[in-house]
């Protein structure tokens, strides 16, 4: 089994910044995909950035410019740096990680979620 452990998340004013990370364990041989998502109260679920094997990120719109999104491939992590956070940006984020395990059978597993809340 492949566990996936968000943190970073926390409440801060508009115009601040938080860094989430995401750390992958188990029986890993590697990750193809890392991402962000998150869902605010009465909203779909929707991708916030994507981060490939190949280093391709992909970001929301309403994100692009503010989030970076990085891989340490060492050590099985991701980080979503969020600067100039908005009100909107409030939700809880989830990280996903896609992958082979060591077997090369694949595996897709969801962290826990950790909410991120944006006041003012």
């Known amino acids: 089994q492949v566990q996936v452990v968000e943190s970073g998340g926390g409440l801060v004013q508009a115009g601040g910044s938080l860094r989430l990370s995401c750390a992958a364990s188990g029986s890993i041989f590697r990750i193809d995909l890392m991402g962000w998502y998150r869902q605010a109260p009465g909203m779909q679920r929707e991708t916030v950035a994507t981060?490939?094997?190949?280093?391709?990120?992909t970001y929301a719109a309403s994100v692009k410019g503010r989030f970076t999104i990085a891989r340490d491939d060492a050590a099985n992590t991701m980080y979503l740096q969020m600067n100039n956070l908005k009100p909107e940006d409030t939700a809880v984020y989830y990280c996903?990680?896609?992958?082979?395990?060591?077997?090369?059978?694949?595996?897709?597993?969801w962290g826990q979620g950790t909410q991120v809340t944006v006041s003012s």
């Open positions: 981060i490939t094997r190949s280093g391709t990120a």
């Open positions: 996903n990680a896609r992958g082979l395990y060591m077997s090369r059978s694949p595996f897709n597993s």
